[in-house]
């Protein structure tokens, strides 16, 4: 009974050391409650409170410095093309005149610019980019703005006559150019998700009365771009996710049984992803893409709720009180280990991503195929083929050199046999 008892406590004992092992809590310039995190690269990232505060640093999170502070506003998320080009959207509700304001800086944050969004008594909710002239805002109590002039002047867009459209939206999300999804809802009512194919000029409601879940819906996570996850919940009911493997022609509703909501969702890798819960001090962690959850606590039981992965080895999540934690990804010791069987088809995220002009891509197969990997540009066009042939089973990695491409996004396509997968990468000279 003894030797059962302790071994049951070393088990224990290695759960909360594993769960542990990624996460740290790292030192914060604030006591300000941190509500967005943003960060481009594993060195340069920016962080903004609800007291009108945007920091950034160059060192991965070693030292900070403030960029903005204007304790009038509350910076409700932000948004980096790259080092230089960087939207915010902020709100005031305490001094005239109220409403959004959009501020902008095309030097990585040394200067931002301030502009009054005049569109009446209504507060953006969430900002996307997709160029620097190109941009969309959505919000309460119900709107869906773009901007081609780099945010100067703002539109309304088209939505459809869903009995759904017109509910609020959280979240906008680009996976492409033209290819983007928003989501939202109200507590106890409905949550709702829409998509646009055109640029964002035009979004259809892509839920119904036997599809819509009885809770919002706050966070988008594309793994390519017919799979896509969207996450949401409220306190009581609790956490919720909507899953297309389709581009959002059918979804698949589950309720997590687990108390409160995420509002936000970060993937490490294409199978191993974080949705911080804030009041719970716990993350939800999966390691197969979405399919199963479990809760791991946050160090120091930190209360966070916004979270930014720049790439597979790197992560940051921000809170509450000035709370800044910094995962680190360490490799599992294979010391006297013989490696895994591959057991399913992978591509993983590109590495360094952004990058220039190099960056390395990673896949497995399960079995011997044929297979083809190439890369195309914003507009279909390939400008790369780098595999094209036979493969034993096992785990491979290619490089991808951009040579004379210019900056921008670009797509690798992974085919063997059925399966088909697209990943998004960012060249930045």
Not at 32 to 42: P, Y
Not at 141 to 165: M, N
Request: aromatic share 14%; with cysteine; glycine share 8%.
């Amino acid at each position: 009974m003894r030797i059962r008892n302790l071994l049951c406590l070393l088990f224990i004992f290695t759960i909360s050391c594993y769960s542990q092992n990624f996460w740290e809590k790292i030192e914060s310039p604030t006591t300000d409650n941190l509500i967005s995190v943003e960060f481009i690269d594993s060195l340069t990232g920016w962080a903004a409170s609800d007291s009108g505060l945007i920091i950034k640093t160059t060192d991965g999170g070693d030292s900070w410095t403030t960029q903005y502070n204007n304790d009038s506003l509350i910076i409700v998320n932000l948004c980096f093309l790259n080092d230089q080009f960087g939207i915010a959207s902020a709100t005031s509700s305490l001094y005239e005149p109220f409403g959004t304001y959009l501020l902008k800086t095309t030097d990585g944050g040394n200067n931002w610019s301030s502009k009054y969004l005049r569109i009446g008594d209504a507060y953006v909710n969430s900002i996307s980019f997709i160029d620097s002239l190109t941009g969309f805002a959505v919000g309460y109590p119900s709107f869906f703005l773009k901007t081609t002039d780099g945010g100067d002047s703002w539109r309304a867009v088209h939505r459809d006559s869903s009995q759904y459209a017109g509910w609020p939206p959280e979240t906008v999300k680009f996976f492409s150019s033209t290819y983007g999804y928003a989501c939202g809802g109200t507590r106890d009512a409905v949550g709702v998700i829409w998509k646009t194919t055109d640029r964002g000029d035009n979004w259809i409601t892509l839920v119904d009365s036997s599809s819509a879940p009885a809770e919002p819906l706050y966070a988008i996570q594309f793994f390519d771009s017919l799979n896509v996850l969207v996450m949401g919940g409220d306190p009581e009911f609790g956490a919720s996710l909507m899953k297309t493997t389709n581009t959002g022609s059918t979804w698949e509703y589950q309720n997590l049984g687990i108390l409160w909501n995420p509002v936000d969702v970060g993937f490490r890798t294409a199978e191993e992803g974080w949705a911080p819960i804030g009041p719970r001090f716990v993350f939800l962690f999966t390691s197969d893409s979405g399919h199963t959850w479990t809760q791991l606590e946050t160090p120091d039981s930190t209360n966070i709720s916004y979270i930014s992965f720049p790439d597979s080895t790197h992560g940051f999540a921000v809170g509450d009180h000035g709370a800044i934690i910094k995962y680190t990804y360490h490799k599992p010791n294979e010391v006297n280990s013989e490696p895994a069987a591959v057991k399913s088809f992978l591509l993983s995220q590109n590495y360094p991503n952004p990058f220039n002009p190099v960056t390395t891509i990673s896949y497995q197969l399960p079995d011997g195929e044929f297979v083809s990997l190439k890369v195309y540009d914003v507009l279909g066009r390939e400008v790369a083929s780098l595999l094209d042939g036979y493969k034993p089973a096992g785990k491979y990695e290619t490089e991808f050199d951009a040579g004379n491409l210019s900056s921008g996004i670009y797509f690798y396509r992974f085919r063997s046999g059925s399966f088909s997968i697209t990943k998004k990468m960012l060249l930045l000279r």
